[in-house]
């Protein structure tokens, strides 16, 4: 996904991409680079799915968008995510017009293909329980918990019991010497240095820094990256979209507390308010992922001048590599927002 606007653009060509299926993703608003995946999701040539219960800012860019279920017409298994338990949800209605749940979409998609194996005809419920038993097999936190008790009860607690809650009590790290290893060989494989060592992010190399900022795009507090980004009442208690600059920053800038301004760099750019404040150094300016386009000033997010270059290890996005300038809007500037906003035909 750190790669969508160039693959759509042709960086992938052998076969060239001619569809896209986007579920459980709203690439345009939370990928890197979304100048460059919008360009590619207005390629005549290319064939746009997306999936989704809300018209994200993805699905304005689609094709044809299907209506999904929410979790109120489906029945699903919820893994803990921040806390120590497993849940069963219910199905309470059924589906409302023509949503379907990614499960049954899938089954139908394959079944108008002619695959036929036989997994694509189970029911939701039936993989829930193979996907539980296998995994119990092997994980000890789910030692006493049945699906029967999970449908029966809604929500288990995971068997923590079992774990020492003291990470690496035995004193045994998951290397090949089984020790700490401040040289490794495990990275001398992966082609890089076996010792602990500072790299320049590729987006530094060879560029005086000047007037040019670290922006660090960081999580927001009442979205959960792009998901709930579009609810009033959220979107009211994040506030406007803004940038937090350090005072030193700012003045050389010429950008007071409250400003409006515009980030950009080579990618693109976006506008958000100016926080002037000590809780960022000088060098750094941050401001918070998650934004609807749509629904931020300009029409654009911090992603259209996040970096879509991959981290020497791991093949990981650099979001925070990142150089931008910062300067104080201009008028002309809210005009040309002004005209980028007014929805295509």
């Known amino acids: 996904m750190v790669r969508l606007g160039a693959a759509l653009n042709g960086e992938v060509s052998d076969p060239p991409i001619r569809s896209l299926y986007v579920l459980n993703a709203n690439p345009v608003t939370s990928t890197p680079n979304s ?3 919008i360009e590619g999701l207005k390629r005549e040539d ?3 799915v997306v999936h989704d219960l ?4 993805t699905a304005q860019y689609a094709d044809i968008v299907l209506p999904a279920t929410t979790q109120l017409e489906q029945v699903d298994l919820h893994k803990g995510y921040g806390h120590r ?3 069963f949800n219910h199905q309470a209605i059924e589906p409302l017009g023509e949503a379907r749940s990614n499960w049954d979409t899938m089954r139908s998609l394959a079944a108008a293909l002619g695959y036929d194996d036989w997994w694509l005809r189970q029911e939701a419920l039936e993989v829930i329980q193979e996907i539980f038993e296998v995994t119990q097999a092997y994980n000890p936190l789910l030692e006493g918990i049945t699906v029967e008790r999970l449908i029966a009860e809604g929500t288990v607690p995971l068997n923590f019991d079992v774990i020492n809650p003291t990470p690496f009590a035995d004193r045994h790290f998951p290397t090949p010497s089984g020790k700490v290893e401040l040289h490794s060989e495990a990275m001398t494989d992966l082609g890089q240095d076996p010792l602990p060592v500072y790299t320049p992010p590729s987006e530094f190399a060879g560029v005086e820094r000047g007037s040019k900022l670290v922006l660090m795009s960081a999580a927001a507090h009442h979205f959960v990256s792009s998901s709930l980004a579009n ?3 959220l979107m009211r208690l994040e506030g ?3 940038i937090d600059i350090n005072p030193d920053d700012a003045a050389e800038r010429a950008i007071n507390h409250g400003d409006d301004v515009i980030i950009e760099n080579e990618r693109g750019w976006c506008r958000l308010r100016a926080v002037v404040t000590d809780d960022v150094p000088p060098g750094v300016a941050v401001s918070v992922k998650g934004q609807w386009s749509r629904l931020a000033p300009g029409g654009r997010n911090v992603n259209f001048v996040t970096p879509d270059a991959l981290a020497d290890l791991g093949n990981q996005a650099t979001f925070h590599s990142n150089l931008v ?3 104080p809007a201009e008028p002309s500037d809210v005009e040309a927002m002004r005209w980028e906003m007014v929805p295509a035909d």
């Open 240 to 242: 406007t979209p803004s």
């Open 231 to 233: 609810v009033p009442k």
């Open 54 to 57: 809300f018209m994200t800012d």
């Open 85 to 87: 338990f497993l849940q």
């Open 35 to 37: 100048g460059l995946i």
């Open 325 to 327: 300038e910062i300067r």
């Open 46 to 48: 290319l064939f746009t």
